[in-house]
C-alpha cells in the first residue's frame, strides 16, 4: 500500500448541486438555486470538512474532484474558501491533480485564472456535441463557439490538462455529424477525451419523450458505428482507451477515477455524496435543508452507512476493475481478499473465455473489444451466489 508517513492514499469529491439550467438528459442531484441558498451551501460545506479533521489526520489526499451540478456557476470566491479549509484540515500531497468540472457558459477569464491561482490544475468541460442544434435539444445554455472561447480561455489561463466530455447516441445526431465532433475536439489536443453514449434515464426529460414515443433516438446499428468510429478516430489522433469511455494521452489518465475503478478509499462531500472508507460505504442525506442543519453533525448527515462483507468487496473489485482496459491484476486480487481470482471465479472465466468475451494471462483478467460491448452481461455474472461451496470457501 502506498503510505506517506503512516496516512493512506485518498481522494476527495466535493458535490456542488447548482446549475443555471437542468439538462433534459441528466439525472444527477442538481438544481437551480439562489444566490443566497447557494452562500448557505458553500457555508455549510466548509463545516463538513472541518467536522472530518480527525479522519483527515490517517489519509494522504491524491485528488480532488469539484463535480456537480456545474461548480462553475457559483462565485469563484466561494469555491476558493472551500479549496482553502481542504488545505486547512487535509494533508494534499504536492503534484496532486485538483480538477473542476466546467460548463463552457459558466466561465470566463477572470473565474479561469482565479481558479488556477489557487491551485485547481485539471479542468473537465461538458461540450457533448459540437453541433448547434443539438446542443439545444440536450438543454445545454451553450453553442460550440462559446466552449471554443472558453476552452482557450482555459489554456491562457494556465491548464495544460484538460478533459472534453462527449456524447454519442443523441437525438438527430448522425454518423457524419459524429465524425465531424471528434475531428473539431481532436484538433484541439486536449490532454483527455470522454466519450459516452447515451443511457435514457427515469427522472429525466428525455425519458418523459421516450414514453410518449417523441424522442428521436440513432437506431442500435448507427450507434454501433458511432462507438467504433470513437474507438478507431481517438486512437489514431493519439489518445489511449484506458477505461470502457476514457481516452487519454500519454501519462494524463484521470487519477481521480482511477481511485473509483480500483476499488482505493475515497471520501465525498456536500448534499447526497458517497464515500468508501475503511470498508464502510457512506451516502449523505439528499434533503438541501436537511444537509444546511446537520453538516457539522456527521452521524446525523449520513442516510445510509453499510459496512460492506468480503463478498460485496469481491463483487465490486470485479466490476469496477473490469472497466479498465488493463483489467483486474491477479496478484492485487490475491493479496487484497486471500483467496485467487481462481478460487472464487473458476466457472465464470471459464464461461466467458470460452465466448472470446474475457481473456487472461498470468497475471491479468481483461474484457476483449467484444466482450466491452457487452459487458453489463458480462459483469452480472461476477455476483457471488450464497452457495454451500462459496461459504466454505470464505469461512476458510
Not at 46 to 73: H, R
Not at 154 to 176: H, K, V, W, Y
Not at 193 to 207: D, N, R
Request: with cysteine.
Amino acid at each position: 500500500m502506498n503510505i506517506i508517513g503512516n496516512r493512506k492514499p485518498l481522494g476527495i469529491y466535493i458535490h456542488i448541486p447548482f446549475c443555471l439550467k437542468k439538462c433534459s438528459y441528466c439525472d444527477f442531484l442538481s438544481a437551480t438555486a439562489l444566490e443566497e441558498e447557494m452562500e448557505q451551501y458553500f457555508l455549510a460545506l466548509e463545516k463538513e470538512i472541518t467536522a472530518y479533521a480527525d479522519l483527515a489526520f490517517s489519509y494522504s489526499v491524491q485528488s480532488i474532484f469539484f463535480g456537480g451540478g456545474t461548480p462553475t456557476f457559483p462565485l469563484g470566491e466561494w469555491l476558493a474558501q472551500i479549496f482553502f479549509e481542504l488545505q486547512r484540515v487535509f494533508f494534499i500531497e504536492e503534484g496532486a491533480e485538483i480538477t473542476i468540472e466546467c460548463n463552457p457558459e459558466t466561465v470566463d477569464l477572470k473565474k479561469l485564472q482565479l481558479y488556477r491561482k489557487i491551485g485547481i490544475n485539471r479542468i473537465s468541460f461538458g461540450l457533448q456535441s459540437t453541433e448547434d442544434h443539438i446542443l439545444k435539444k440536450l438543454g445545454r445554455v451553450h453553442n460550440y463557439q462559446r466552449f471554443l472561447t472558453s476552452f482557450l480561455w482555459a489554456r491562457e489561463a494556465g491548464f495544460s490538462n484538460c478533459n472534453i466530455d462527449l456524447m454519442f447516441g443523441l437525438p438527430s445526431q448522425t454518423l457524419d455529424g459524429w465524425e465531424d465532433t471528434l475531428r473539431k475536439v481532436t484538433a484541439l489536443e486536449p490532454e483527455h477525451i470522454s466519450a459516452y453514449s447515451l443511457i435514457v434515464e427515469e427522472g429525466t426529460l428525455f425519458f418523459d419523450e421516450m414514453e410518449k414515443g417523441q424522442l428521436l433516438l440513432p437506431g442500435e446499428e448507427e450507434e454501433y458505428k458511432m462507438y467504433e468510429k470513437t474507438v478507431q478516430h481517438l486512437e489514431e489522433a493519439g489518445y489511449r482507451r484506458y477505461e470502457v469511455s476514457n481516452y487519454a494521452k500519454k501519462g494524463k489518465e484521470c487519477r481521480h477515477n482511477l481511485i473509483y475503478w480500483s476499488g482505493k478509499e475515497y471520501l465525498g462531500l456536500g448534499l447526497g455524496a458517497s464515500s468508501y472508507i475503511n470498508g464502510i460505504r457512506l451516502q449523505n442525506t439528499t434533503d438541501f435543508k436537511n444537509y444546511l442543519e446537520n453538516s457539522r453533525y456527521l452521524e446525523r448527515l449520513y442516510i445510509k452507512k453499510e459496512q460492506l462483507t468480503k463478498r460485496s468487496q469481491i463483487e465490486e473489485f470485479m466490476f469496477l476493475g473490469l472497466r479498465k482496459m488493463a483489467g483486474i491484476s491477479k496478484a492485487e486480487f490475491q493479496k487484497k481478499f486471500g483467496y485467487t481470482v481462481e478460487q472464487i471465479y473458476k466457472k465464470v472465466l471459464e464461461k466467458w473465455e470460452k465466448s472470446k468475451l474475457l481473456e487472461e494471462d498470468e497475471n491479468r483478467i481483461w474484457l476483449t473489444q467484444q466482450g466491452i460491448l457487452v459487458s453489463n452481461v458480462i459483469l452480472a455474472d461476477f455476483l457471488l451466489e450464497e452457495s454451500e461451496e462459496e461459504n466454505l470457501i470464505f469461512k476458510k
